[in-house]
């Protein structure tokens, strides 16, 4: 499996883009790189995965540089609804399996 | 709403008692996952089942015993639980194809508490 490091919390006010960058420096060739969101309580939240270059959808853009050892989740304008813990996921070669890491803590403040 | 339902919702047991966790999915996937999340640790996965099949038990205790009759159903049979075993139990379900996108959708859990 592959392993990624993000960090472990952030802080941003309303309104502001947040980016959130993860390292996943094993990535296998063909690894997709998957972004959940996880509220208390809740089970996570697909948010956005993508394979190289950038991914956009309703609720964020992904940016995975050339080499894929590494990824960006862009969240546009965030609300305090969106206040939660965000996870970077890479499989690893050969498997299906979600390795789910202690994730990114984001705390957006009025 | 994700299509993945559990039940029940909450649920509090003894270390003597004999109880099962349900979950079902209706989004036509053909594999499943018992997750397990305790207090500020990440998801831990237990099992996994592809088209009924289980082909992942990382390691779980045997009082921990998964049934998957069917793709759409998924449960998990406890028994002589431990007090460490209180925790979030959520249940995912994907699509897996050759492609292996690995979007999985998740359940609400149910919050287990053994006494």
Redesign the interface.
Known sequence: LAKTTQPISMDSYEGQEVNITCSHNNIATNDYITWYQQFPSQGPRFIIQGYKTKVTNEVASLFIPADRKSSTLSLPRVSLSDTAVYYCLVPGAGSYQLTFGKGTKLSVIP | E?G?TQTPRHLVMGMTNKKSLKCEQHLGHN?MYW?KQSAKK????MF?Y?FKEQT?NNSVPSRFSPECPNSSHLFLHLHTLQPEDSA?Y???S?L?TSG??????????T?LTVT
């Not at chain 2, 990440?42 to 996965?45: D, T």
């Not at chain 2, 690995?102 to 609400?108: D, H, L, S, V």
């Open positions: 994700t993945v594999a997750y990440p998801l831990e996965l996994v592809n992942e979030l959520l249940c995912a994907s897996l292996a996108t690995y979007e999985q959708y998740f359940g609400p859990g919050r």
